[in-house]
């Protein structure tokens, strides 16, 4: 089955304690993307990555870090979380633009920084 | 950076009528235009996605129209159905492609009966 996986779904932390939280996705896409969803201001791309090491800020991306070692797993890593990255977490793969642009994305995941 | 302002923020319909939620953006060179629909608790779904060098485009009840000139993009539902009830998303993206996408803060429709 086609799909995005992220893990773990649901997260409580601490302030400065590093965390990381998994993306994988098996449709061999070539683009990966994670947004922070927060309520009244949407979905905000925090960072995307277009192959395997290539990666680039999306509109957010203070105090998260990616990688991107392999094409099907892109992970988000919070080295010293805070209060304010409390939010639902989104990863999304698709298609290179010749495939096709339509966007997957995962189940989300729900951090709480305390 | 891209800016992409979507309005209203919030659209009750009944059962049947048609609904419409407009998107403005600001990067001229955005020339990628989807639109996500999420469910209470669940992912967002891409329904419909329009290029710039289309005009409209139309699914069964829902079509997308898009001005370039004043850089605007609208939603539009027909016939509306309870099952409709949701937050819908805009984007645009400059990369002609889903990778670098700005969101519009959504619009949460509700069908009443």
């Known amino acids: 089955e086609a799909q995005v996986t992220q893990n773990p779904r649901y997260l409580i932390t601490v302030t400065g304690k590093k965390l990381t939280v998994t993306c994988s996705q098996n449709?061999?896409?070539?683009?990966m993307s994670w947004y922070r969803q927060d309520p009244g201001l949407g979905l905000r791309q925090i960072y995307y990555s277009m192959n395997v090491e290539v990666t680039d800020k999306g509109d957010v991306p203070e105090g998260y870090k990616v990688s991107r070692k392999e094409k099907r797993n892109f992970p988000l890593i919070l080295e010293s979380p805070s209060p304010n990255q409390t939010s639902l977490y989104f990863c999304?793969?698709?298609?290179?633009?010749?495939?096709?642009?339509?966007?997957?994305f995962g189940p989300g995941t729900r951090l709480l920084v305390l | 950076g891209e800016n992409v302002e979507q309005h209203p923020s919030t659209l009750s319909v009944q059962e049947g009528d048609s609904a419409v939620i407009k998107c403005t953006y600001s990067?001229?060179?955005?020339?990628?235009f989807p639109w996500y629909k999420q469910e209470l608790g669940k992912r967002p779904q891409l329904i419909i996605d329009?290029?710039?060098?289309?005009g409209e485009k139309k699914d069964q009840r829902i079509a997308v129209t898009l001005n370039k000139t004043a850089k605007h993009f609208s939603l539009h539902i027909t016939e509306t159905q309870p099952e409709d009830s949701a937050v819908y998303f805009c984007a645009a993206s400059p990369t002609g492609t889903a990778s670098k996408l700005t969101f519009g803060t959504g619009t949460r429709l509700q069908v009443t009966l």
């Open positions: 990067d001229s060179a955005s020339n990628y």
């Open positions: 999304a793969s698709s298609l290179s633009s010749s495939g096709g642009p339509t966007q997957y």
């Open positions: 449709m061999n896409h070539e683009y």
């Open positions: 329009i290029r710039s060098n289309v």
